[in-house]
């Protein structure tokens, strides 16, 4: 099976996680520059993964170029930092991946949705680990679905954040109870160690086997 170029830039070693994937032929680029030769030998479809500690016009001008003459090229970009005017210009442009740098460990992943050709939204904001754990209860908003509705109890489940934003949440808790549109409340204690509670409505559900945990994807509404 031929393999899928994919082309770093910006970083000076390849991070261990593309070494177990068999399917991928990575390779370091130094000067961004030359990424247009190897389009040019390559036909196939390719990946281009820049890193930056964020995006200024003279990159998104580079890698437009790009996309337009070799039509075969993905361009994702792991970035730290985005202006408001960058972050509006590239959520409007379907034709790049933008991940933040918190978002790196599921660039793998990413890479194959988009070899897929499955669409990767920019998230609103920069998600970042969060050790401690939170307690998540139904709110006392209606619920989304009609087991949802059902339910005769109203657990406290501790959970484990995957990541953290002011937006949102990504949630693991060892109980498969929640769906799309519930409302729930979260509980927790920031960095400044002050206690939280906000609300949020489940965006998307999964059922993690080998971990046997429910991973909850949040998009907060409101805050007590």
Excluded at 141 to 162: A, D, H, Q, V
Excluded at 183 to 209: A, C, D, H
């Amino acid at each position: 099976m031929m393999k899928t170029q994919v082309i770093l830039t910006g970083i000076s070693i390849v991070p261990k996680t593309f070494k177990k994937e068999k399917d991928l032929d990575v390779q370091i680029i130094e000067n961004a520059y030359n990424i247009r030769e190897l389009a040019n030998q390559n036909k196939e479809v390719m990946v281009v993964v820049a890193y930056l500690p964020f995006i200024e016009m003279r990159h998104y001008d580079l890698y437009t170029h790009f996309q337009k003459t070799h039509p075969h090229m993905q361009i994702i970009f792991v970035v730290n930092e985005l202006s408001g005017n960058m972050k509006l210009k590239l959520k409007h442009n379907e034709d790049f991946i933008v991940l933040w740098k918190t978002e790196e460990n599921s660039l793998i992943e990413n890479i194959h949705r988009a070899l897929e050709g499955k669409r990767i939204k920019l998230r609103q904001d920069r998600r970042e680990p969060h050790d401690v754990k939170g307690l998540l209860s139904p709110s006392t908003l209606p619920s989304g679905g009609m087991n949802s509705i059902s339910k005769g109890f109203k657990p406290m489940l501790p959970g484990n954040f995957e990541n953290l934003s002011q937006h949102g949440s990504c949630v693991k808790i060892a109980a498969k109870y929640y769906e799309p549109k519930d409302f729930v409340n979260l509980s927790y204690q920031n960095k400044e160690g002050e206690f939280i509670t906000i609300q949020g409505q489940v965006r998307w559900s999964k059922w993690n086997k080998e971990e046997q945990t429910q991973e909850l994807g949040l998009h907060f509404v409101s805050s007590n």
